[in-house]
């Protein structure tokens, strides 16, 4: 079992839809969950992270938490064609032994005009 | 603000060759992160430097390494190449141990032929 599990899509919508985007984690010590958007061939684009459980909005995006089901999700409210993208989830922890980012496999998503 | 600069952008090498890789970070970040991130595949976490010292190892084999410059500036370093090194290769950086905030560049895609 991946200890990050992203559904790679393709998910395509219509423009103006809500988007919910997904991944589930094994890793209970995980402190830091982050989200990416990443356009074809170009690096990742950090979009937002959250500490520890709950949600954080910014603008058309809301990411949430559930640490007690292992759960993270983006919402894009009111999508847009450029919203295309591939979207990454990424977890980190901190420990002693340093420290470890795990990327989720990336979701494709279509936003069509 | 400039933002992380990785050169080439494209590298073409033949098995067994050695392939150099280069970022330039953020200015004011001490933190350098190498990933790749092979065709259908998640990023992989390769290497962490901060302050000119190796503070993390992914899962590579030691012919993977690199190091980080007085002027934080990184070089990543891939010996006896083989087939399934080719891979876009990907350079962070982030204020000391701000793992939660990495800021990618655009990426080198090496090719080994």
């Known amino acids: 079992q991946k200890e990050v599990e992203q559904d790679p899509g393709p998910l395509s919508v219509p423009e103006g839809a809500i988007v919910s985007l997904n991944c589930t984690y094994s890793n209970s010590a995980f402190q830091y969950f982050m989200w990416y958007r990443q356009y074809s061939r170009k690096g990742p684009e950090l979009l937002m992270y959250?500490?520890?459980?709950g949600n954080k909005e910014d603008g058309r995006f809301t990411a949430q938490v559930d640490k007690s089901s292992k759960y993270i999700s983006l919402f894009i409210r009111d999508s847009q064609p450029s919203d295309s993208a591939t979207y990454l989830c990424a977890m980190s922890e901190m420990n002693t032994g340093g420290f470890k980012t795990i990327f989720g496999a990336g979701t494709r998503l279509f936003v069509k005009a | 603000e400039a933002g992380v600069t990785q050169s080439p952008t494209h590298l073409i090498k033949t098995r067994g060759q050695q392939a150099t890789l280069r970022c330039s970070p953020i200015s004011g970040h001490t933190s350098v992160y190498w990933y790749q991130q092979a065709l259908g595949l998640g990023l992989q976490f390769l290497l962490w430097?901060?302050?000119?010292?190796?503070?993390n190892r992914g899962n590579f084999p030691p012919r993977f390494s690199g190091r980080q410059f007085p002027n934080y500036s990184s070089e990543l370093n891939v010996n006896a190449l083989e087939l399934e090194d080719s891979a876009l290769y990907l350079c962070a950086s982030s204020l000391r141990g701000a793992l939660n905030e990495q800021f990618f560049g655009p990426g080198t895609r090496l090719t080994v032929l």
């Open positions: 959250t500490y520890s459980s």
């Open positions: 430097y901060d302050e000119g010292e190796e503070r």
